[in-house]
C-alpha cells in the first residue's frame, strides 16, 4: 500500500526567506506521479504542483519547485520569496498507477506553514 | 477554469438524520471524489466513481453511500448521521486519462456539524 509521510505538523518562515517543506512516500511500483496542494484557511484545495517518477528535471512553476530525489523516496516542495498569502495548510500527494479506474490520490497528514513578518 | 461546486459551506444536522451533500462540475470530467478531512489525518477516500452509475468504495466507506446519476454531479449521502462523521467533506473531479499527470479539482469544501 502507498504511503505519504509529512513529519512537520508546522511551520514557519519570515517573509521574503525560501521555506521547505518535506515529503516521502512509500510505494512498490515504478510509475506514480506526485502532487502538492495548498489549503488556505478558506478550505478550497489548491493544486500547486506536479512530478512524475520518470521526470528527469524537477518540476517548477513559479515560486514553487519540487526537490525530487528518487532513491530517497522525497519529494519536498521549496516555495521561494515567502509571501503572508503563502500562509496556508499543504499537502503532498500521490497517485496511484492507472488500473483502468479512477486515478485515486494518497494524502499525507499535511504541514500548517504560517508566514511572519 | 475548472469548477466544482459544493451545495453548503456550512451545515449543521442532528443525529439519526438523513443528510445529503451535493457536488457539481462543469468539466464533463468522467471521475468524481468524496473525501472527508480532519485534523492530523488529512484527506481520506470516503467513495469515488468513474462513469454514471460507477461507484467504488474508498477507504472509508462506513456509514456512507454515493449516487451518480448524472455525469455531472456526485451526491454523498449519510443515511443516518452520527457525531463522528462531523468533519470537512471535500469534492474533486478529474478527467479519465490513464497515465497522465491530471490533477483532481476539488470543491470549498462542506464543514458538516452533526449534533
Known amino acids: 500500500a502507498q504511503k505519504i509521510t509529512q513529519t512537520q505538523p508546522g511551520m514557519f518562515v519570515q517573509e521574503k526567506e525560501a521555506v521547505t517543506l518535506d515529503c516521502t512516500y512509500d510505494?512498490?511500483?515504478?510509475?506514480?506521479?506526485l502532487f502538492w496542494y495548498k489549503q488556505p484557511s478558506s478550505g478550497e484545495m489548491i493544486f500547486l504542483i506536479y512530478?512524475?517518477?520518470?521526470?528527469?528535471q524537477n518540476a517548477t512553476e513559479g515560486r514553487y519547485s519540487l526537490n525530487f530525489q528518487k532513491a530517497r523516496k522525497s519529494a519536498n516542495l521549496v516555495i521561494s520569496a515567502s509571501q503572508l498569502g503563502d500562509s496556508a495548510m499543504y499537502f503532498c500527494?500521490?497517485?496511484?498507477?492507472?488500473?483502468?479506474?479512477?486515478?485515486?490520490?494518497?494524502f499525507g497528514t499535511g504541514t500548517r506553514l504560517q508566514v511572519t513578518l | 477554469d475548472v469548477k466544482v461546486t459544493q451545495s453548503s459551506r456550512y451545515l449543521v444536522k442532528r443525529t439519526g438524520e438523513k443528510v445529503f451533500l451535493e457536488c457539481v462540475q462543469d468539466?464533463?470530467?468522467?471521475?468524481m471524489f468524496w473525501y472527508r478531512q480532519d485534523p492530523g489525518l488529512g484527506l481520506r477516500l470516503i467513495y469515488f466513481?468513474?462513469?454514471?452509475?460507477?461507484?467504488e468504495k474508498g477507504d472509508i466507506p462506513e456509514g456512507y453511500s454515493v449516487s451518480r446519476e448524472k455525469k455531472e454531479r456526485f451526491s454523498l449521502i449519510l443515511e443516518s448521521a452520527s457525531t463522528n462523521q462531523t468533519s470537512m467533506y471535500l469534492c474533486?473531479?478529474?478527467?479519465?486519462?490513464?497515465?497522465?499527470?491530471?490533477?483532481?479539482?476539488f470543491g470549498d469544501g462542506t464543514r458538516l456539524s452533526i449534533l
Open positions: 474533486a473531479s478529474s478527467p479519465l486519462s490513464r497515465g497522465a499527470n491530471q490533477p483532481q479539482h
Open positions: 510505494t512498490s511500483d515504478q510509475s506514480y506521479g
Open positions: 512530478q512524475g517518477s520518470y521526470d528527469e
Open positions: 500527494a500521490m497517485r496511484e498507477p492507472n488500473t483502468g479506474t479512477a486515478s485515486k490520490l494518497t
Open positions: 468539466m464533463d470530467h468522467e471521475n
Open positions: 466513481s468513474y462513469d454514471v452509475k460507477m461507484k
